[in-house]
């Protein structure tokens, strides 16, 4: 079965980077995109950025545009995501989502279970 | 301020139906992207309820359904239960945004 398993929970100090893994399971890897989307407390969800396992392609957020950077690793089958520059408003729980896409776009078929990153000082 | 346009909350009595709207915009619903529906229990990752509209994935509860019409689209829950209880959102791709766009989510209460 599909399974995206991420790290834990992250605590950081304003300005500092945090990076947050993803490993998936269950299919082929290099077959489908991932997305990151995240949620503050209480509040929707936010799309971050997209990654291409196969090629490594990347598009981000305009918000996020020089602070985020999505990698990922073929061999262990995990992306990353990596956040710089962090702030209080920063503090989410992170998603990663494996993104099927048809004729009118992509939904997120398969989500990790989420990454709380908490920054305070 | 979300892309989408979703009412904060609905409620409804056990076995009553609700709906739940979705509204964009001719860069986004109206331009003929389809829309997808996920449901969020509380302290959950969220699930993927409804997708190209109207479609199930497998092992969803024909209880849900999805349309969609111009820049608008809607969930409907039949039959709703105490388990239907959480945050619902709609989400689409926004040719402006060039990526996927949510709406703001619809908090469920069962009377």
């Known amino acids: 079965q599909v399974q995206l398993v991420q790290s834990g929970a992250e605590v950081k100090k304003p300005g500092a980077s945090v990076k947050v893994s993803c490993k998936a399971s269950g299919y082929t890897f290099t077959s489908y995109y991932l997305y990151w989307v995240r949620q503050a407390p209480g509040q929707g969800l936010e799309w971050m950025g997209i990654?291409?396992?196969?090629?490594?392609?990347?598009s981000f957020a305009q918000k996020f545009q020089g602070r985020v950077t999505m990698t990922r690793d073929t061999s262990t089958s995990t992306v990353y995501m990596e956040l710089s520059s962090l702030r209080s408003e920063d503090t989410a729980v992170y998603y990663c989502a494996r993104a099927t896409a048809d004729s009118g776009g992509w939904y997120l078929e398969y989500w990790g279970q989420g990454t709380l990153v908490t920054v305070s000082s | 301020q979300s892309v989408l346009t979703q009412p904060p909350s609905v409620s409804g009595a056990p076995g009553q139906r609700v709906t739940i709207s979705c509204t964009g915009s001719?860069?986004?619903?109206?331009?003929?992207?389809?829309v997808h529906w996920y449901q969020q229990l509380p302290g959950t990752a969220p699930k993927l309820l409804i997708y190209a509209n109207s479609n199930r994935p497998s092992g969803v509860s024909d209880r849900f359904s999805g349309s969609k019409s111009g820049t608008s689209a809607s969930l409907a829950i039949t039959g709703l239960q105490a388990e239907d209880e959480a945050d619902y959102y709609c989400?689409?791709?926004?040719?402006?945004?060039?990526?996927?766009?949510f709406g703001g989510g619809t908090k469920v209460t069962v009377l």
């Open positions: 001719s860069s986004n619903i109206g331009a003929g992207y389809d």
């Open positions: 990654i291409n396992p196969s090629g490594g392609t990347t």
């Open positions: 989400q689409s791709y926004d040719s402006s945004l060039s990526g996927v766009v």
